[in-house]
């Protein structure tokens, strides 16, 4: 059990310098925090406020059809209706939408009730920029109202001619009434509704939704696992350039032991890693890891055992320490980067998100945000513990190749 040996004494020399222990376990903690403040992590929905954009609103009558047509539009999740005077110019109206006191102004005319009975059409003026998100977000949401309200006219109308072919002694006003405030009923509670939930695996529940750190602990995980390849590195490379190597490749201990110790010293070092943080989560974080506690400890052994292969790869192919750094480093940045370590792959175009695929950190953040977020167990994160085994061999038999070429 040589291999075991020469594991205890790198892992020695990896952790008897403390420096290395606070990189490894406050630095990964440190980032999490950070990243999940950067994501509401520390703070609870704000409920009591109302985000949504405010637009002032004229109103030239006051009629049961304009009554109708605000109330509608007071229940919008996305504009704001607030009465302003009438007698307020159009010049104060116009630079308040400039100076941003208001998203837009909505002019209802005298007269519009009258237009939308007789033609079932909405004459209505709105003050906004037309060349902002704001404006354009606010002119559809009018829009939209104001063309259900024009439906419901034309329903209104539809409803007293049909009426008025088979019974024309009836009160035609009273029916068109009755008619328009149905039919705008109607669109307040329309027969089919789209709600959008999260659904998870059959047997399984989320157990993280809403909580920041279900991304930015994962992320920092992933992250700093290739991060501390550096240190691990190093201790192989100082043992080729101090000879150590040759005097050991000169006694009985097979090649692949050598090997085989290294990558286990490296694969202890992450997996402890991961005990630290994962605990953390659990414990400060409310990360529930151990709702599905198999899912978590082999994903969890794949992740290391991938990275462990990379640092062994690093090790072999650096001859400096300095190298070793940036062998580490381009990697770290590209995988985290692309991999959606510090942004949710969500906020980047389809492109980033197809690459993403092709590096390992993608399948870590996926694997643990897949536990966290939707509940999955073992069963269901076989595509990420499939992916990281690919990237183990990818980067465990270039390694073994190297350092067989190497020492022959």
Sequence with gaps: MKFLDIAIKDLYQIFKDWKTAIFLVAGPIIFTLMFGFMFGGFGSPDTTTDHRLPVWVSVGEDTPVTQSFLAYLENSSVIRMTPVDPARSIEELQQAVNDEEAAGVLLIPEGFTATLIEKAE???????????????????????????????????????????????????????????????????????????????????????????????????????????????????????????????????????????????????????????????????????????????????????????????????????PEQSAIFTLIPMFIFSGLGGAWVPLEFLGEQVRQVARFTPVYWVMTGFKDILLRGTTLADIWPSLLALAGFFVLFFIPAVLIFYRKRT
Excluded at 234 to 254: D, F, H, M, N
Aim: charged letters at 15%; aromatic letters at 8%.
């Design 122 to 320: 909405t004459h209505l003026e709105i003050i906004l920029d037309e060349n902002t998100t704001t404006g354009i977000t606010v002119q559809q949401e009018i829009g939209t109202a104001a063309n259900r309200l024009q439906t419901a006219a034309r329903i209104a109308r539809t409803s007293v001619q049909t009426y008025q072919t088979f019974d024309d002694k009836g009160d035609s006003n009273q029916l068109y009434h009755d008619a328009f405030m149905r039919a705008l009923q109607a669109w307040e509670a329309p027969p089919v509704t789209a709600i959008e939930t999260r659904t998870a695996p059959t047997g399984s529940q989320a157990t993280s939704d809403e909580n920041a750190f279900a991304h930015s602990l994962p992320g920092m995980m992933a992250q700093f696992t290739i991060a501390g390849l550096i240190g691990a590195a190093e201790i192989i490379i100082q043992e080729r350039k101090s000879g150590a190597l040759e005097r050991l490749l000169g006694t009985a201990v097979p090649k692949f032991s050598i090997l085989a110790g290294h990558w286990l010293a490296v694969f202890g070092m992450i997996f402890l890693q991961f005990i630290v943080l994962v605990s953390f989560g659990q414990i400060f974080l409310r990360l529930d890891f151990l709702a599905a506690p198999w899912a978590t400890l082999i994903l969890s052994i794949a992740s290391c055992a991938y990275a462990a292969s990379l640092g062994l790869l690093i090790g072999i192919l650096a001859k400096m």
